[in-house]
């Protein structure tokens, strides 16, 4: 089991805030199709579950997009000051509490739909077991370029948790799920700057020990273009 750590300091959360709030310019927005997945499996009553809710934020996207539905919203996340983050972005529209996804605090087939979103800890046999039969999976992640491929490259050797689709095809269906579909999509994103890139790299676990220098070679490299290529996948499971 993982060790229930708070490692978001206020700096920590600026930072990651600033970097989830840059837009680049992209022709496929995987987001939208993340969230179409979700969204098209809900019904009236809907049990929904966000592993690694962070700031509440995939729960209040399902929560506007479906106003025509009563749904019952939960979310988990291991960090305390993210569920209190998340609790009060939402109120009473969901519970939030703090767990290790390989712990969920719920019993066997309680949801509708499980869903995570840029989670690289998801535990396949905690997920098969609070699904309820038939019901969905839906996860959101990036193959092992982490969304940056050209920094991943770079810093080939140090980057952390890098994953294909395969890894978690089969530990789904380990665990007794059945994939509905997988799709890998190859993206290229335009950012301002090679300013906004270091921002992105040095927020989230990424690049291990990530120092000044590294955010250097960055703005070098990325100085006159700020483009790089990113692989996010979209892998939905069933029950």
Do not use: W
């Amino acid at each position: 089991m993982i060790e229930l750590l708070d490692d978001y300091t206020t700096a920590t959360l600026e930072s990651r805030k600033k970097a989830m709030s840059l837009q680049p310019e992209q022709e496929v927005d995987v987001g939208n199709i993340f969230f179409k997945e979700i969204t098209s499996r809900l019904f009236n009553d809907s049990r929904v579950l966000d592993i690694g809710t962070g700031n509440g934020y995939v729960l209040a996207e399902i929560k506007r997009a479906t106003p025509e539905l009563k749904l019952k919203l939960f979310g988990i996340d291991y960090s305390v000051r993210m569920v209190e983050i998340a609790s009060e972005q939402l109120g009473d529209s969901a519970e939030i509490k703090q767990a290790d996804c390989a712990a969920i605090p719920y019993e066997n087939s309680s949801f509708d739909v499980v869903c995570a979103k840029n989670v690289t800890r998801i535990n396949a046999r905690e997920i098969a077991r609070v699904l309820k039969p038939g019901g969905y999976f839906v996860f959101r992640e990036y193959g092992p370029g982490k969304g940056l491929c050209e920094i991943a490259e770079m810093f080939r050797g140090r980057i952390i948790r890098q994953r294909t689709i395969s890894f978690y095809k089969d530990a789904l269906t380990e665990a007794g799920l059945s994939i509905v579909s997988a799709k890998e999509y190859t993206i290229q994103r335009r950012y301002a700057c090679a300013e906004e890139l270091a921002t992105i790299a040095k927020s989230f676990p990424f690049v291990s020990d990530f120092s000044e220098a590294d955010e250097k070679a960055i703005l070098e490299k990325f100085h006159n273009n700020a483009t790089v290529t990113s692989d996010p996948f979209i892998l939905v499971a069933q029950a």
